[in-house]
């Protein structure tokens, strides 16, 4: 079992950035893939970014168009991801997650362990 606390999120103008954090309970944390999923408001929740075991393959959106940058500690358990050139759209809650194993995936489904996520509010 796998426990996820995601923190830094909160309010920005637009263009500003944020650093999202999220930390692992699992002393086999390296073993595991990661994610960063987000979820807007009447929105279905959707991939962000991914990096595998290692931190040496990375996956992102479309849309975030070198904005983002996912990154991850295996000493400290963290992942996190780097938000900048933030907009009005980006507002969401922000979700990580743990796919056990060497592959990256970018489907709600493929994820098991999920936290409670971290509110995101983008101002215009």
């Known amino acids: 079992q796998v426990q996820l606390v995601e923190s830094g999120g909160g309010l920005v103008q637009a263009g500003g950035s944020l650093n999202l954090s999220c930390a692992a309970s699992e002393r086999t944390f390296s073993s595991y893939s990661m994610g960063w999923f987000r979820q807007r408001p009447g929105k279905e929740r959707e991939f962000v970014a991914a990096?595998?075991?290692?931190?040496?393959?990375?996956q992102y959106a479309d849309f975030v168009k070198g904005r983002f940058t996912v990154s991850r500690d295996n000493a400290k358990k963290m992942v996190y991801l780097q938000l900048n050139g933030l907009k009005p759209e980006d507002s969401a809650l922000y979700y990580c997650a743990a796919l056990q194993g060497l592959r990256i995936g970018v489907r709600v489904e493929e994820y098991v362990y999920w936290g409670q996520g971290t509110q995101v509010t983008v101002s215009s």
């Open positions: 990096i595998n075991w290692s931190g040496s393959i990375t």
